[in-house]
């Protein structure tokens, strides 16, 4: 079977609509605000009739892959969002090339993780369905049961999307938010993409990584503050998305309660970050 890194069709650059919550107080919902750039034929059940079942295939599949290795539910979240937040939910981020070109090339993709349980996932699908399942949803729906697998909703993802076969590795540097970017800078990124402030906080909510299935927050950006929810008026939880930003502020209240102080003595090392294994 042709793997994810190859391409039989032609591009056709789609984006998931679907949404999900994360369990306490984790801005875990990473997958669900990828919305702004679908075209009108995604649907829901749209292997129903040419690859059924695919979608619990896919999951059973996760299930055993996360029992192996737990971090890989947020690797497969912020697999499928540095996918879409350059071309697109069209897999182009799984795309190879020969003289390091490509999207997963560029330093913002150099930590990202989950692109051999895709590949795994792949296989297992084209043995059931030859050259009818996209990569691009199957990482559409591995983030889906990543949120599920982590308890949270297991909630309707729409599919049909077709693989792109364009990598840049410029267009990633130039669509990703960068990852010490403040507030500001964030805002600017997402409003591109026509997404709002509510929805870069909970995409941006921690700074390494989406932590997931914990009652505690780790890596909250320190650009990111309470003064900085409270200005943009979003302190009332009226939906789904001030909701988490109260939560948020609970969560950067208990991040700021952690923060150590000054080291005394001897400094940390220099590669100490390196040496933390990427979640």
């Known amino acids: 079977p042709l793997p994810c890194s190859i391409r039989p069709r032609a591009p056709k650059f789609i984006e998931s609509s679907a949404m999900a919550s994360a369990t306490f107080f984790i801005l875990v919902a990473a997958a669900s605000l990828l919305a702004s750039f679908a075209q009108a034929d995604l649907q829901y059940g749209y292997y129903n009739m040419t690859c059924p079942g695919v979608e619990e295939l896919v999951r059973t599949e996760l299930e055993a892959i996360f029992t192996d290795d737990s ?92 693989d792109g076969n364009v990598s840049m590795l410029e267009e990633a540097l130039t669509n990703l938010p960068p990852a010490d970017g403040n ?55 009226h939906d789904w998305s001030d909701a988490l930003l109260v939560l948020l502020q609970e969560a950067l209240q208990l991040h700021w309660s952690r923060r150590p102080g000054p080291l005394a003595g001897a400094g940390v090392r220099e590669d100490a970050d390196d040496q933390v294994p990427n979640r």
Request: proline letters at 2%; one cysteine or more; aromatic letters at 6%.
């Open 71 to 162: 971090t890989l539910r947020a690797g497969l979240l912020r697999l499928h969002f540095h996918d879409c937040f350059v071309r697109g939910c069209d897999a182009s981020l799984l795309l190879n090339s020969h003289n390091g070109t490509a999207e997963k090339h560029a330093d913002p993709n150099l930590t990202v993780r989950g692109y051999e349980a895709i590949e795994a996932i792949k296989k297992v699908v084209e043995k059931a369905c030859p050259l009818v399942v996209s990569c691009a949803d199957i990482m559409a729906m591995a983030a889906r049961d990543a949120v599920n697998f982590s308890a949270g909703p297991r909630y309707e993802v729409e599919t049909g999307r077709r």
């Open 183 to 237: 507030v500001t800078v964030l805002t600017q990124y997402f409003a591109v993409k026509n997404l709002t402030m509510k929805d870069m906080v909970v995409l941006s909510g921690t700074k390494e990584s989406f932590i997931i299935n914990s009652t505690a927050v780790s890596f909250i950006s320190d650009d990111l503050t309470e003064h900085d929810i409270q200005m943009h008026g979003c302190s009332g939880a």
